[in-house]
């Protein structure tokens, strides 16, 4: 992943370093779980600990060097540890394991990390979702299907859904976690012909892993699952961002990004303020999309295994990770930042939809008045017709209108706001059994 998209701290956890560590670490509890089970002497694990490689850039570089013969890069990482713990007890590294052994644990090490970091960032998109539902449940604004204005709700409705959209992405990110903090070192195939069960046990409680049957390699479908978590965040991220950007149109102005001291939207047209940030929001939920769609590829393998799904994941895996937490991050910004005009989207409501969202309202109206629906819905239709070709209020047609049998009392109680949006703050109610966008 290009920088531009890397926040730092996910970008560590996928360095070759880091990699490379969790490779050796994986490698070193091996070791310490055959000693105890009697099928290295106990003297080894010691030994190999205290002269194993440091993980950094020159045992990075030296792998890399040694992979250039191999054309392996687990089997020049044994070599060079080897190599550097020396005889005899280097010899001893990687006994009884495969190369998914300790590949495809320590992925998943790295993976559930990962996934802490993108729940604790979807907790806090959640925790900004919130609260700014809370400030604007009582801001109408313009409800839209299709494009077309329908009825009023409120901004703190809109917020609401979406953070309780974005709290079932946290879920799924934590249930995904789950499915991925696994571990195996059940050899070739998975029938632990040359390992003992126990090694794996020891392995995965040291590096909070929960072992699993396999076969060679660890089954696809959790990665898949870890990949489509990612990519369900990155929706929900393009949800919001395409509402912003539809209000932030010119014609529109009823929302802004938010838009800092020395910005520049536009290189030769100043006025502008473009929606960028959201542009670039949904931008890159189009990209996660595609590596869940990579993922699912990788379920099917041959037999008990092959390695059609290795170069693709150590692209989409790093990748969908640090895309997922920077949107999830830049998302939050935009919610906290976003400016609010309560005044375009009121006078939108109430004056440049000519009233034509409480038809329905009307209808009703007509029809507790004794109408049949379809009637009334004929002379609804044929005065909002009129409202918007005439650029009048629907209210002022209706009373000049023979046809509608509402008198004054019954078109106030149509067009009353505050009846429309009465029921709001259930919105706001069931936010209060979301946490409080913390916790893991």
Same mark, same amino acid.
């Given at each position: ?225 870890? *990949?489509? %978590?990612?990519?369900?965040? @990155?929706? !929900? ?6 509402? +912003?950007?539809?209000? #932030? /149109? ?112 009307? *209808?009703? %109206?007509?029809?507790?008045? @004794?109408? !049949? ?6 002379? +609804?239709?044929?005065? #909002? /017709? ?55």
């Amino acid at each position: 992943m290009i920088p531009r998209y890397s926040p730092a701290d996910m970008a560590a956890l996928f360095s070759d370093e880091a990699r490379l560590g969790r490779w050796l670490e994986v490698e070193l509890l091996a070791l310490e779980g055959l000693a105890r089970v009697g099928m290295v002497p106990s003297e080894v694990p010691v030994a190999v600990r205290a002269r194993a490689p440091r993980a950094d850039a020159a045992l990075v570089a030296a792998v890399s060097e040694r992979e250039k013969v191999t054309d392996h890069d687990v089997a020049a990482f044994v070599d060079v540890v080897q190599e550097q713990v020396g005889p005899p007890e280097g010899s001893w590294v990687h006994y009884g394991l495969t190369s998914s052994d300790v590949v495809d644990t320590a992925q998943c090490v790295t993976l559930a990390a990962a996934a802490d970091l993108l729940v604790l960032a979807s907790g806090e998109l959640v925790a900004a979702l919130r609260t700014r539902a809370r400030e604007l449940i009582d801001v109408p604004v313009t409800g839209r299907t299709h494009g077309m204005h329908a009825e009023p709700t409120t901004f703190g409705a809109k917020l609401a859904l979406w953070a309780l959209q974005a709290d079932r992405d946290r879920q799924r990110l934590r249930a995904a976690r789950e499915r991925v903090a696994v571990g195996k070192l059940s050899g070739a195939v998975g029938t632990y012909s040359n390992i003992d069960p126990s090694v794996e046990a020891h392995v995965c409680a040291a590096l909070g892993l929960r072992p699993v049957p396999a076969t060679q390699v660890i089954a696809r479908d959790r990665h898949a699952e870890y *990949l489509y %978590a990612c990519a369900s965040a @990155g929706a !929900t991220v393009e949800l919001v961002a395409t509402e +912003v950007r539809l209000l #932030a /149109r010119s014609e529109v102005g009823e929302v802004e990004e938010p838009f800092a001291a020395g910005q520049k939207g536009s290189s030769a047209m100043p006025h502008k303020r473009n929606p960028i940030l959201s542009e670039r929001l949904c931008g890159l939920a189009r990209v996660l999309r595609g590596y869940a769609g990579a993922g699912l590829e990788d379920v099917a393998l041959w037999h008990e295994r092959d390695i059609s799904h290795s170069s693709v994941e150590r692209v989409v895996l790093p990748d969908a990770s640090l895309l997922a937490c920077y949107v999830l991050r830049q998302a939050t910004r935009l919610v906290s930042g976003m400016v609010v005009h309560p005044e375009r989207a009121l006078a939108t409501l109430t004056e440049g939809g000519r009233g034509l969202v409480f038809s329905q309202s009307v *209808l009703l %109206a007509m029809v507790a008045s @004794g109408m !049949t629906r379809d009637d009334a819905y004929r002379v +609804v239709q044929r005065d #909002a /017709r009129r409202a918007w070709e005439e650029r009048r209020p629907l209210r002022q047609v209706l009373e000049e209108d023979p046809d509608s049998p509402l008198g004054v009392e019954e078109l106030d109680r149509a067009f009353d706001l505050e009846r429309v949006l009465r029921h709001r703050h259930r919105m706001l109610d069931a936010l209060s059994g979301i946490d409080d966008g913390t916790a893991r």
